[in-house]
């Protein structure tokens, strides 16, 4: 409920920068770390096919040093499976994935692909996986997340987090509201993420059916000023 809301911090933007000089600073463990210390319950990272930012070194790394939940985004292929496998984080966040995007761009189309989402599910669940998906604020696309069998899901806010104040945004959010409360119907956990930032965060924060959010490129923006303690514990006073 509200007031419980948790904070995931995603730290792929540290790798991004790491890799933009094929470098070995900074360190996306320590980031996460630092994040932890500041009262983030949760860190998350993308694995990508083409390994752009998460190598398996971080992921491995991770699984040895975060004290309170490790999310890994992934695609819904079979070499993505055996990393997990091989690595055993806490949860796996199922996610669209296409070379040419910056970063992930829209929710992932259950309905298309349900038979093989749920055998692939079956399969992480069995190793004590729990696994999410990250999917659009539509309702035919949570009815398929909950015929998949997932544990939970990730509200995708992008639409919302783009749009500027004004009647649009207010729509963006009522999708956001109509879905939470048809997820929470159908007995998901819902979590969010995508585009939310200082500015945006509170009117999705206001959701009762909220459980958690993932952020990643505005509290490492502001890191990149302020710090990551900082940060952090900013991020979590407006979502409280």
């Known amino acids: 409920m509200e007031g419980n809301m948790k904070l995931a911090v995603n730290v792929d933007h540290i790798a991004t920068l790491r890799e933009a000089r094929r470098h070995t600073i900074p360190d996306p463990v320590l980031a996460a770390l630092l994040a932890e210390q500041a009262g983030a319950e949760g860190i998350v990272c993308h694995i990508r096919s083409d390994r752009r930012h998460i190598k398996e070194r971080d992921l491995r790394l991770l699984r040895q040093t975060v004290k309170t939940k490790l999310n890994v985004e992934m695609a819904a292929t079979d070499e993505m499976k055996h990393i997990a496998k091989d690595i055993g984080p806490d949860v796996v966040s199922l996610v669209p994935e296409r070379?040419?995007?910056?970063?992930?761009?829209?929710?992932?189309?259950?309905?298309?692909?349900?038979?093989?989402?749920?055998?692939?599910?079956?399969?992480?669940?069995?190793?004590?996986?729990?696994?999410?998906?990250?999917?659009?604020?539509?309702?035919?696309?949570?009815?398929?997340?909950?015929?998949?069998?997932?544990?939970?899901?990730?509200?995708?806010?992008?639409?919302?987090?783009?749009?500027?104040?004004?009647?649009?945004?207010?729509?963006?959010?009522?999708?956001?509201?109509?879905?939470?409360?048809?997820?929470?119907?159908?007995?998901?956990?819902?979590?969010?993420?995508?585009?939310?930032?200082?500015?945006?965060?509170?009117?999705?924060?206001?959701?009762?059916?909220?459980?958690?959010?993932?952020?990643?490129?505005?509290?490492?923006?502001?890191?990149?000023?302020?710090g990551i303690d900082r940060a952090v514990r900013e991020m979590i006073a407006l979502i409280a």
């Open 99 to 226: 070379d040419e995007e910056i970063t992930t761009e829209g929710g992932l189309d259950v309905r298309s692909k349900e038979a093989l989402l749920k055998a692939h599910i079956q399969e992480l669940r069995q190793e004590g996986i729990r696994v999410s998906i990250f999917v659009d604020p539509d309702t035919d696309q949570i009815d398929a997340c909950r015929r998949a069998e997932v544990d939970l899901i990730e509200i995708n806010t992008g639409k919302y987090a783009e749009l500027k104040p004004g009647d649009k945004r207010e729509r963006a959010l009522e999708e956001i509201q109509k879905a939470a409360k048809h997820a929470a119907g159908l007995g998901l956990e819902i979590h969010a993420g995508h585009g939310l930032d200082y500015f945006n965060v509170k009117p999705v924060a206001a959701i009762s059916e909220m459980k958690e959010f993932s952020i990643g490129f505005a509290i490492l923006a502001r890191a990149a000023i302020v």
